[in-house]
Each structure stands twice: as structure tokens, then as C-alpha cells.
């Protein structure tokens, strides 16, 4: 099978409970068609704890299948829920966390 190398996936709705079944889909068929997925994440308005959950998943699976996973975006609700989270290095990718709270 021809797995393209690179592709970058974006994500324009928020990341709660109710989107979290056909995201999940969407994040895993989107990692299957590729070594290095880029997730920009600029367009999420909201993220709860379930959208917290299926980023980790993922992040699961890059690791298992030996894939890469970029974060090149970050929504500021998604900034202030990793920095809550204390998760901004879990997924190792730069991030601009605002010096105002």
C-alpha cells in the first residue's frame, strides 16, 4: 500500500462529547492514510474532556504505529486546556502560551 508521507488534517468544530464518535473516526482514518499527520487545531472553539481524550488516543496510536503527530495550531481554549491539563509537553509540539490568565 502507497501511504502518502505527510498530510495535515484541520479541525473546525469544537471537540466535546457530542462530536467525539465521528471524530474519533475522522483522527483514526486520517492517521491510517499517512506517516506524519499534521492536526490543526486553530479552528476549535470548545474542548472538553472527551476531546482531551480522543488527542490522546491518537497521540496511543502514533506511538504504537511508529507515525509522527504535529499539533501545528492551537485554539487558545485548547492552550488553556492543556496548560490546565498540564499536558502542553505530553504531545511535543511548540506552543505560545499567553503571558495574560
Same mark, same amino acid.
Given at each position: 500500500?502507497?501511504?502518502?508521507t505527510a498530510s495535515r488534517l484541520a +479541525?473546525?468544530?469544537?471537540?466535546?462529547?457530542?462530536? %467525539?464518535?465521528? /471524530?474519533?473516526?475522522? $483522527? &483514526?482514518?486520517?492517521?491510517?492514510?499517512?506517516?506524519?499527520?499534521?492536526?490543526? +487545531?486553530?479552528?476549535?472553539?470548545?474542548?472538553?474532556? %472527551?476531546?482531551? /481524550?480522543?488527542?490522546? $488516543? &491518537?497521540?496511543?496510536?502514533?506511538?504504537?504505529?511508529?507515525?509522527?503527530?504535529?499539533?501545528?495550531?492551537?485554539?487558545?481554549?485548547?492552550?488553556?486546556?492543556?496548560?490546565?491539563?498540564? $499536558?502542553?509537553?505530553?504531545?511535543?509540539?511548540?506552543?505560545?502560551?499567553?503571558?495574560?490568565?
Open positions: 500500500m502507497n501511504v502518502p +479541525l473546525r468544530e469544537d471537540m466535546t462529547i457530542y462530536q %467525539a464518535q465521528a /471524530q474519533k473516526e475522522q $483522527l &483514526l482514518a486520517a492517521l491510517a492514510a499517512t506517516e506524519d499527520l499534521e492536526l490543526d +487545531l486553530s479552528g476549535v472553539g470548545e474542548m472538553d474532556t %472527551a476531546g482531551l /481524550q480522543l488527542l490522546l $488516543l &491518537l497521540k496511543r496510536e502514533v506511538l504504537q504505529q511508529g507515525k509522527q503527530l504535529k499539533i501545528i495550531s492551537h485554539s487558545p481554549n485548547v492552550q488553556r486546556l492543556f496548560d490546565f491539563c498540564n $499536558l502542553v509537553g505530553v504531545f511535543g509540539d511548540p506552543m505560545l502560551i499567553s503571558a495574560k490568565p
